[in-house]
């Protein structure tokens, strides 16, 4: 039985045609609805990528959630009146829940329920191409897992299929703890030979400065990565579109240098995957210069550059050059105030270059305002590019002749 489960891949999509859902939030103490509709816009993007169709969307404010069902039985049989009368399959939460709010919420709505977590982990699952990527979400989804073997096979009827359902199959419903840990074992092993031999790669490069994009996902990191090493990494208006990292090696006039395009971040990002990732992330922490792109299209663009500089901290990458790429300005629009409107000017009310000579003008980081898509102001981060790779390499190797 171990032998045969070590050799199963949890990686199966079952998936076959839109499931309809309703999105569930909740709205704390310190939160709005402004706010959580934001969060709630980022899960129906989450949901879509994951090819769920979202109906209706539902949010309940409380200070903290409810221990047994998270929203409240209030808010429950609220939903579930709208569920039954629509025919939805499935239920997406904003949040991680416990085990035992999971098994609640699915007796008592007879219906399959995912928190934030299980969505991001059938999105990675649903993408990972490559060996490495699919070892390391296997890993994530077993870690996923583990504490929620207690009754979950009864409840959740796996041979359903469909969006959240990626994993082990009904012939894995005498799993237990200990088969699941070592399986976890086994991956955690195989990885690490990963780790190294892509950290034997890393090493073997030659003395280029290596240079990483990093940034939030669907900021068009790979669409850069695409113009600056005129190569094909695929770029799609989807979340996680990027999963494995790649890396080119790319030649401004007569300096080369080596460039990757890493997973994007997001918020509330799975720990299991944080852990995971950890050789691809290890890309992000031995650069020597990165390249934060951000969307300044997005109407929270500021909070995505907050999520990434605390993973950045986390990961332990965030003392390292960086020049903030800000992307899409294109598409960057904004709401002129009307002169007799006295309300407080807010992000939404400024134009591009007010938005430059405001909070923006006081950053210690090198800021940079590009279109990669309609190739607006590349010859200016070429330019950038090619001044701190030069300049870098020169102070590194003096005697090294490569730039000369």
């Keep these: 039985m171990e032998k045969r489960l070590s050799r199963r891949k949890i990686i199966v999509s079952t998936a076959k045609q839109p499931e309809n859902a309703v999105l569930v939030g909740l709205i704390g103490r310190m939160q709005d609805e402004r706010e959580i509709k934001d969060y709630l816009d980022e899960l129906e993007f989450l949901a879509s990528t994951a090819g769920v169709i979202t109906l209706k969307r539902f949010t309940q404010r409380l200070d903290k959630p409810d221990i047994r069902t998270f929203v409240g039985s209030g808010k429950v049989q609220e939903i579930k009146k709208y569920v039954f009368e629509n025919n939805i399959s499935l239920l997406i939460f904003d949040d991680e829940l416990s085990p035992s709010q999971i098994r609640n919420l699915e007796k008592e709505l007879e219906r399959k329920v995912l928190d934030r977590t299980n969505l991001i982990l059938d999105i ?10 699919k070892t390391q979400v296997e890993l994530a989804q077993y870690q996923y897992l583990l504490p929620r073997l207690t009754g979950m096979w009864t409840h959740l009827e796996r041979q359903r299929g469909g969006i959240g359902m990626r994993g082990p199959g009904e012939k894995e419903i005498e799993t237990d703890r200990r088969i699941v840990r070592d399986r976890i074992a086994l ?17 073997n490069r030659g003395e280029l400065i290596r240079v990483a994009l990093v940034g939030y996902t669907n900021v068009g990191k790979s669409t850069i990565m695409n113009m600056l090493s005129k190569s094909e990494v695929f770029a799609e208006n989807k979340l996680f579109a990027t999963l494995d990292t790649t890396v080119r090696k ?27 990732f950890k050789s691809t992330l290890d890309e992000v922490r031995e650069a020597d210069i990165l390249l ?3 969307d300044i299209s997005h109407p929270k663009f500021e909070d995505q550059i907050n999520v990434v500089n605390q993973t950045l901290v986390d990961i332990k990458a965030h003392d390292k050059p960086t020049v903030l790429v800000f992307n899409k300005i294109d598409a960057y629009k904004f709401e002129e105030k009307d002169h007799d409107d006295l309300t407080p000017v807010t992000q939404e009310n400024l134009s591009l270059e007010q938005l430059k000579k405001s909070w923006m003008s006081k950053l210690t980081l090198t800021c940079i305002f590009i279109s990669a898509t309609h190739k607006q102001n590349i010859n200016e981060l070429k330019n950038l590019l090619y001044n701190m790779v030069k300049e870098m390499h020169t102070k590194r190797y003096p005697y090294n002749n490569l730039l000369y």
Aim: charged share 25%.
């Design 124 to 133: 990675f699952a649903a993408r990972a191409q490559t060996a490495h990527a």
């Design 187 to 203: 991956l955690k092993d195989e990885l690490e030979k990963i780790d190294r031999q892509m950290s034997s790669q890393r090493k």
């Design 250 to 276: 790319v030649v401004i006039e007569n300096v080369p240098f080596l460039l990757s395009d890493t997973v994007g971040f997001i918020r509330k990002l799975p720990t299991h995957l944080v852990e995971s």
């Design 292 to 294: 934060h792109v951000v």
